[in-house]
C-alpha cells in the first residue's frame, strides 16, 4: 500500500532533475553487460530469489566496481521484504551492508585504489553537498532523484543501497546507526534506558549506552531476541539488565499490566530517562493499527511511539531509528506536550560521520561487533536464509553472508551453515 501511494505521488509531483548521479540504476540489462554474477534479487511482496544477473559497469567518472567480500542481511531488508519501502521495482538487486575488494575505478576516483579492501556505507553519498561537508552521509541532496520521498517528507534524503530503487562489513550499517541512535537521542552518565526491539540494532545501543554510563538497560522485544541479548551483553554489566516480554504484556488503555507500567515499575515509578526505538513501525500489536496499515489509513502504527512517550519519565528522550515511512495515527500528542518529552527522529544514520572513530574503536579492541553475529551463511542460501531471518528461526540474530571472494573466517566468527 505504501509502496502503491509512492508511486501515485512520484506521478504526480514528478521526478526530480538535480541529483547528480544515476542511481536508479538497479538493474544492468540495458548497459550492454554480457558477464553475470549471483545475487539476491526482490520478486515482489514477501518473495526473494537468488539469481544471475548482468555486473554493474562504470557508468560515471566516481563510480567503484567492488568484488563483495561479505554481507549481512539487516531488520531494514524485512521492510523490503514486506514491500513498505517505497519505490522497489521487480528484479531489484537487495544487500545494503557489504564489504569488498575494489575490482575497477571510475576515471574520477582518486583516492580509492584497485586491489585494496573497503568498506561500503549503506547509503550513497555525493561528499561535496551541504549535508555531505558536514558527513551527514545520510541527507545527501544529491544522491536520490525521487521526489516522493521529498514531497511527502518535506525535505531529500540520500540515495540507499538496495532501498527506494537506488540501488571492519559492520560500519556499513549496524555500528553507526546504533552508534547514532545513543548519540543523536543522548544517554548520560547514569541514565536508565529502554531499547525497544532488541535485534542487532537494539542490542548494539546497549553496548554504546553502557559506554555513556547507562546505569540500567531494559530491552523491550519477545523470544528469542532477549535471551539472545542476554547471554551476549558483556557480563561485567548483566546486573544493569532487565527484560521486558510485549508478548506477555497487554498494551493500549488498561488496568493490566502493560509495557508502560513496567517500565515504571523497574525505574522507580517515574519511568526511563531515554527510550531507544529499535522495532520498526510495521509492526503492529493490535488489530486497529493492523486494519489501518492494511487499509492504507495510515503507514506506521503509533503503538511502540506512545509506549516510549508515556513510558519515560517526565522530561525523558525518545529517539528513534527504526524504519517509520510515512504517516500514523492516534499518536498521544498530548502526553509529549504536557510532560514536556522530547521526540527524536534519529534520521537514517550518517555513516560517514562516525565510521573512522568505530573503526579506531575496533582496531583498539574497544569495540567487538562479533557477540551480535550468530551465524555465517553462503551467498548461494541467501534466499532461504531470508526467511529464517524474518521468522528469528535458529535464534538469528546477525548473520555473515560469504562469498567465494571471502577471506577464510576470522577467529571468533561463527561457523559456516549450509542450508542446501
Ligand atoms: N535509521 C537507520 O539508519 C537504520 C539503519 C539500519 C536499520 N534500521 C532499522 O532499525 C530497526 C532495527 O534493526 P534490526 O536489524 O535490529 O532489526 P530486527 O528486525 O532484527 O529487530 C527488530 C526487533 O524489533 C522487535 N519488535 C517488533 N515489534 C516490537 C514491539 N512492539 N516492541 C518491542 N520490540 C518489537 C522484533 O521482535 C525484533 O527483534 C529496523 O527497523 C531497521 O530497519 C535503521
Ligand atoms: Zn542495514
Ligand atoms: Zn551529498
Same mark, same amino acid.
Given at each position: 500500500?505504501?509502496?502503491?501511494?509512492?508511486?501515485?505521488?512520484?506521478?504526480?509531483?514528478?521526478?526530480?532533475?538535480?541529483?547528480? +548521479?544515476?542511481?536508479?540504476?538497479? $538493474?544492468?540489462?540495458?548497459?550492454?553487460?554480457?558477464? +553475470?554474477?549471483?545475487?539476491l534479487v526482490w520478486m515482489g511482496k514477501n518473495k526473494v530469489e537468488m539469481a544471475d544477473v548482468p555486473r554493474p559497469q562504470i557508468l560515471e567518472d566516481g563510480d567503484v566496481i567492488l568484488k563483495v567480500t561479505g554481507s549481512t542481511v539487516c531488520g531494514s531488508d524485512l521492510h523490503l521484504l514486506h514491500?513498505?519501502?517505497?519505490?522497489?521495482?521487480?528484479?531489484?538487486?537487495?544487500?545494503?551492508?557489504?564489504?569488498?575488494?575494489?575490482d575497477r575505478v571510475g576515471p574520477g576516483v582518486r583516492r580509492v585504489q584497485p586491489g585494496r579492501r573497503y568498506v561500503?556505507? /549503506?547509503?550513497?553519498?555525493?561528499?561535496d553537498c551541504f549535508f555531505c561537508k558536514q558527513k551527514l552521509s545520510s541527507q545527501c541532496e544529491k544522491t536520490?532523484? $525521487?521526489?516522493?520521498?521529498?514531497?511527502?517528507?518535506?525535505?531529500?534524503?540520500?540515495?540507499?543501497?538496495?532501498?527506494?530503487?537506488?540501488?571492519?562489513?559492520?560500519?556499513?550499517?549496524?555500528l553507526s546507526t546504533s552508534y547514532n541512535c545513543v548519540k543523536d537521542t543522548a544517554v548520560y552518565p547514569k541514565d536508565q534506558v529502554a531499547i525497544f526491539g532488541a535485534g542487532p540494532i537494539g542490542q548494539m545501543c546497549g553496548v554504546f549506552a553502557l559506554a555513556?554510563?547507562?546505569?540500567?538497560?531494559? /530491552?523491550?522485544?519477545?523470544?528469542?531476541?532477549?535471551?539472545?541479548?542476554?547471554?551476549?551483553?558483556?557480563?561485567?554489566?548483566?546486573?544493569?539488565?532487565?527484560?521486558?516480554?510485549?508478548?506477555?504484556?497487554?498494551?493500549?488503555?488498561?488496568?493490566?499490566?502493560?509495557?508502560?507500567?513496567?517500565?515504571?515499575?523497574?525505574?522507580?515509578?517515574r519511568g526511563p530517562d531515554v527510550a531507544l526505538e529499535c522495532a520498526a513501525g510495521e509492526y503492529a500489536k493490535g488489530w486497529l493499527h493492523w486494519l489501518e496499515m492494511a487499509t492504507g489509513v495510515e503507514t506506521d502504527?503509533?503503538?511502540?511511539?506512545?509506549?516510549?512517550?508515556?513510558?519515560?519519565?517526565?522530561?525523558?528522550?525518545?529517539?528513534v531509528t527504526g524504519v517509520y515511512?510515512?504517516?500514523? $495515527?492516534? /499518536?498521544?500528542?498530548?502526553?509529549?506536550?504536557?510532560?514536556?518529552?522530547?521526540?527524536?527522529?534519529?534520521?537514517?544514520?550518517?555513516?560517514?560521520?562516525?565510521?573512522?572513530e568505530l573503526l579506531r574503536m575496533i582496531q583498539e579492541g574497544k569495540l567487538d561487533p562479533l557477540p551480535m553475529v550468530s551465524h555465517r551463511v553462503r551467498l548461494e542460501d541467501l534466499d532461504k536464509v531470508y526467511y529464517k531471518f524474518e521468522a528469528r528461526e535458529e535464534g538469528m540474530q546477525k548473520v555473515y553472508v560469504e562469498t567465494k571472494f571471502s577471506a577464510p573466517a576470522a577467529p571468533g566468527?561463527?561457523?559456516?551453515?549450509?542450508?542446501?
Open positions: 500500500m505504501a509502496s502503491q501511494a509512492a508511486y501515485v505521488a512520484e506521478k504526480a509531483v514528478g521526478h526530480g532533475d538535480n541529483a547528480v +548521479t544515476q542511481q536508479d540504476v538497479s $538493474n544492468y540489462e540495458q548497459t550492454g553487460a554480457d558477464q +553475470t554474477m549471483k545475487a514491500g513498505t519501502v517505497i519505490e522497489l521495482a521487480k528484479g531489484d538487486v537487495l544487500g545494503h551492508e557489504f564489504c569488498g575488494v575494489v561500503a556505507s /549503506f547509503q550513497i553519498a555525493c561528499g536520490n532523484s $525521487n521526489s516522493a520521498a521529498k514531497a511527502m517528507y518535506g525535505g531529500r534524503t540520500a540515495g540507499m543501497f538496495g532501498y527506494s530503487h537506488f540501488t571492519a562489513l559492520y560500519l556499513s550499517d549496524v555513556e554510563g547507562a546505569s540500567k538497560l531494559i /530491552f523491550v522485544d519477545t523470544e528469542p531476541r532477549l535471551s539472545y541479548v542476554a547471554a551476549h551483553l558483556p557480563a561485567e554489566h548483566r546486573d544493569k539488565l532487565e527484560l521486558v516480554d510485549y508478548k506477555k504484556l497487554s498494551h493500549g488503555v488498561t488496568a493490566r499490566e502493560t509495557v508502560v507500567s513496567r517500565l515504571k515499575e523497574l525505574c522507580g515509578g502504527t503509533s503503538e511502540i511511539l506512545n509506549e516510549m512517550i508515556e513510558g519515560v519519565r517526565n522530561y525523558g528522550r525518545c529517539g515511512v510515512g504517516y500514523t $495515527n492516534h /499518536f498521544n500528542v498530548g502526553s509529549l506536550m504536557q510532560r514536556g518529552i522530547r521526540l527524536i527522529g534519529n534520521g537514517q544514520a550518517p555513516v560517514h560521520k562516525y565510521w573512522d566468527c561463527p561457523a559456516l551453515t549450509t542450508y542446501s
